[in-house]
């Protein structure tokens, strides 16, 4: 399968927790990108990566998150002392830079914290 | 601020109608724009990508215009099945910055019934 991968697929926590999830891009997209869904919402942006590099990161992601990318391959998002709002499906994406910027995405990782 | 929205929010069409998805946004000064299919629980599959110099993009059944002039966007599926029950999301890429992140309607979730 060369579509975008995403590890695990489904991961219940308690609160407080740590939790770290990882995405595998299509091989050939220089840039990665990280999404939230919550229930009956359209996915809300998180950050992006052109290679290594995290070109920009959403107010959403309060200090307890943090995603690196270190090769400029696979990425993570770590999540810190997990809260109940927390509670979401995180989805990642991978693209070419330009022309089209065309957006790939994972099956996504369904976060439950109890 | 670019603001995405789907409507309707639900749509139940019997088996073999023609449709249409509708999808605006207020900042007409987008690069692209995607139409996805979610299946519940799972990730987004991309249908159509049209780009900001473009009328329409054409896949199958499915038929997907943008007038960037007045902010909308329309996705025409022809004779529908049940198979194309999923939630529909239209995602803006803009042109404004150097910006990789899509903005998200909220999805129009179609039945379509046997």
């Known amino acids: 399968d060369t579509g975008v991968s995403q590890d695990p697929r489904h991961k219940i926590t308690k609160r407080g927790q740590n939790v770290t999830f990882r995405c595998d891009p299509i091989s050939e997209h220089n840039r990665l990108y990280w999404y939230r869904q919550t229930l009956g919402q359209g996915p809300e942006f998180l950050t992006y990566f052109q290679n290594e590099a995290q070109l920009e990161k959403s107010r959403l992601l309060s200090d307890r998150f943090s995603a690196e990318r270190p090769k400029g391959s696979f990425s993570t998002l770590e999540i810190q002392r997990t809260e109940q709002g927390d509670s979401a499906m995180y989805l990642c994406a991978s693209s070419f830079v330009g022309p089209r910027y065309e957006q790939y995405f994972g099956p996504g990782t369904r976060l439950t914290v109890t | 601020k670019q603001e995405v929205t789907q409507i309707p929010a639900a749509l139940s069409v019997p088996e073999g109608e023609n449709l249409v998805l509708n999808c605006s946004f207020t900042?007409?000064?987008?690069?692209?724009l995607q139409w996805f299919r979610q299946d519940p629980g799972k990730g987004l599959t991309s249908l159509l990508l049209i780009q900001s110099s473009q009328r329409e993009q054409t896949s199958g059944r499915l038929n997907a215009s943008l007038d960037k002039s007045s902010g909308r966007s329309t996705l025409y599926i022809a004779a529908s099945q049940p198979g194309d029950s999923a939630t529909y999301l239209c995602a803006v890429l803009n042109t404004s910055g150097n910006t990789g992140k899509l903005i998200f309607g909220q999805g129009t979730t179609l039945q379509v019934k046997p």
């Open positions: 900042d007409s000064a987008i690069y692209n």
